[in-house]
């Protein structure tokens, strides 16, 4: 049985279009139902992560597209796996680039000429803000050394996956 992949589809009408050429109302009910029966889990769309691997029924009377029938299932699968590891490469420099401009943002604060007056009265406030400022800097560095040793296992992993699906 061929393979495809889910693709965040918002309702099973909308994998029997994916899955299958030009149906009718009619041949799209029939599909919907053998998509349905060989892929129990449709049945909760909003639980199912993008990529998760579908079979396409075996339906006499419809043609599959051309495409998604034919592909090979491996290299289907890891076509998914590198994009969703792609994607969540993206999700994690933004985040990280985010953390890095909140970082800068505070230790500006704290130097703040304004903040530092606010110090004068206080030794012991003034110590604090010091630690914290050197805890800012050190978590900057931490952020983006984590940042880019995933990044390289992310690459790593795209160039296994490539090589495997070869």
Request: net charge positive; glycine share 2%; aromatic share 2%.
């Given at each position: 049985m061929p393979i495809t992949s889910f693709r965040g589809e918002k309702s099973v009408a909308e994998i029997a279009d994916v899955m299958f050429?030009?149906?009718?109302?009619?041949?799209?009910?029939?599909?919907?139902?053998?998509?349905?029966?060989?892929?129990?889990?449709?049945?909760?769309?909003?639980?199912?992560?993008k990529g998760a691997v579908l079979k396409v029924p075996d339906i006499p009377e419809l043609r599959p597209k051309t495409r998604r029938a034919v592909d090979d299932p491996p290299a289907q699968v890891a076509s998914e796996i590198g994009e969703a590891l792609t994607s969540y490469g993206k999700q994690l420099a933004l985040r990280t680039q985010q953390g890095l401009a909140d970082n800068?943002?505070?230790?500006?604060?704290?130097?703040?000429?304004?903040?530092?007056?606010?110090?004068?009265?206080?030794?012991?406030?003034?110590?604090?803000?010091?630690?914290?400022?050197k805890a800012l800097e050190l978590r900057?560095?931490?952020?983006?050394?984590?940042?880019?040793t995933v990044e390289t296992a992310i690459q790593g992993m795209l160039k296994d996956l490539k090589q495997a699906s070869a």
């Open positions: 050429e030009r149906l009718t109302p009619k041949q799209r009910e029939k599909a919907e139902a053998a998509i349905l029966k060989a892929n129990p889990r449709l049945s909760d769309l909003s639980t199912l992560p800068k943002e505070h230790s500006a604060l704290i130097r703040s000429d304004a903040f530092n007056r606010a110090l004068e009265k206080s030794p012991e406030l003034k110590e604090q803000a010091a630690l914290t400022t900057g560095k931490e952020l983006a050394e984590r940042a880019k």
